[in-house]
Each structure stands twice: as C-alpha cells, then as structure tokens.
T-cell receptor, first 109, second 117 residues
Framework: QKEVEQDPGPLSVPEGAIVSLNCTYSNSAFQYFMWYRQYSRKGPELLMYTYSSGNKEDGRFTAQVDKSSKYISLFIRDSQPSDSATYLCAMSETGKLIFGQGTTLQVKP | ETGVTQTPRHLVMGMTNKKSLKCEQHLGHNAMYWYKQSAKKPLELMFVYSLEERVENNSVPSRFSPECPNSSHLFLHLHTLQPEDSALYLC????????????????FGAGTRLSVL
C-alpha cells in the first residue's frame, strides 16, 4: 500500500465550477499537510499548508484535513482556466515530505 | 535573483557522457534536496543535504553523485546514465532544524528536464 494515494485524473471541469481534489494516506503520524501546484514545464509551488486537522482558507482555495479518516482535500471555488495545472498533495511528520502522484486539472473556458 | 534556480533547464546526453546539474537557493535555507519526477509517479526523494552534510541517500545508483559545497549550492553529477534515468530533476530547499511548519515546507526550482539517449 502506498503511503499517499492520489487520483491522477485527468480532471476536466468548466470555468466557474467547484473543484475537489483529494488524497488519502496511511501513516497516522503525519502532522503537516501541503498542497503544491505545478504548471507544465515548471517546478511545484507551495499553494497551501495546514497543521493537524481542520480547515484553512485562502481566497478561492480551501484546504481540509480529516486525520480521523486520513483524508485531505483541496477545494477550488470559481475555477479559472489559469488553475489548469497538476496539484500535488504532500505530507510530513519530521520534515521529509511524502508526495502523492498528483492530479492533473483542466479548467475549460 | 530570488528563490531556487536550476541550470540547465534542459539537457540531452548520451549514455557515456558526464554532465552536472546545478542548483542555487537564495532563501537563506540550510537544507537542500534532489528529487526525481517521472511521468505518472510521485516525486522520488534522491538526496538530502543538511548543513552541507548528506543526511539521506535513498538507494540511488552510484551513477548519480551529489555535491553540496555550501548551504546555497547543490550539484548532481551524472555519468553513464541509462535511458530510464530520463526525467525531470528537481531541487528544493528548506529551513531544517527549525520548529513547526517552517521545517516542513520545501521550495522547489523549475527543474532540469533530462533526456538520456
């Protein structure tokens, strides 16, 4: 079993849709949870991070962590074509990041 | 320049060549990382340097040789690579040793796209 599972997609949505991206994990010791966004031909850039359980909101983006279910989510409201990218979840206990496979999102105008 | 800079951005090499990838960070971090990103696979951590000492080597073949001369620079020396080594090689840096979120956030460069013929 992989430590972090993420559906690779691709996920295609119309502009303005609400997007839900998810990861599950097996290591209950993970405390830090991150979402990275990676545009084509670029490196991953940190989008959001959360510590332990709960929600965090930043503009159109909301990150949720449910440690009891070992499940994290990233919601994108009013999605834009510029949101088209690969989204990587990552998590950590001690500073070593474990990444999901990444979900490719396409937002169509 | 700011952030994490990688050069070259693209590299094509034959199996008998020797080349080096370079990474430079301008964030004042004290840890640097090499990752391999292949299609349809999660990022694979290759090496970790903390305060210029290698602290992790994840069973990487010896044809990959890292070097960290100081906390701002990281190299990956390549020799006698195989076609399956073709991938995007990413460098990252972080503030290791600090508490909380800071030590868990890594900042990435744009990567070097490597093709081995």
């Amino acid at each position: 079993q992989k430590e972090v599972e993420q559906d690779p997609g691709p996920l295609s949505v119309p502009e303005g849709a609400i997007v839900s991206l998810n990861c599950t994990y097996s290591n209950s010791a993970f405390q830090y949870f991150m979402w990275y966004r990676q545009y084509s031909r670029k490196g991953p850039e940190l989008l959001m991070y959360t510590y332990s359980s709960g929600n965090k909101e930043d503009g159109r983006f909301t990150a949720q962590v449910d440690k009891s279910s070992k499940y994290i989510s990233l919601f994108i409201r009013d999605s834009q074509p510029s949101d088209s990218a690969t989204y990587l979840c990552a998590m950590s206990e001690t500073g070593k990041l474990i990444f999901g496979q990444g979900t490719t999102l396409q937002v169509k105008p | 320049e700011t952030g994490v800079t990688q050069t070259p951005r693209h590299l094509v090499m034959g199996m008998t060549n020797k080349k080096s990838l370079k990474c430079e960070q301008h964030l004042g971090h004290n840890a640097m990382y090499w990752y391999k990103q292949s299609a349809k696979k999660p990022l694979e951590l290759m090496f970790v340097y903390s305060l210029e000492e290698r602290v992790e080597n994840n069973s990487v073949p010896s044809r990959f040789s890292p070097e960290c001369p100081n906390s701002s620079h990281l190299f990956l020396h390549l020799h006698t690579l195989q076609p399956e080594d073709s991938a995007l090689y990413l460098c990252a840096s972080s503030l290791r040793g600090g508490g909380g979120v800071a030590k868990n956030i890594q900042y990435f460069g744009a990567g070097t796209r490597l093709s081995v013929l």
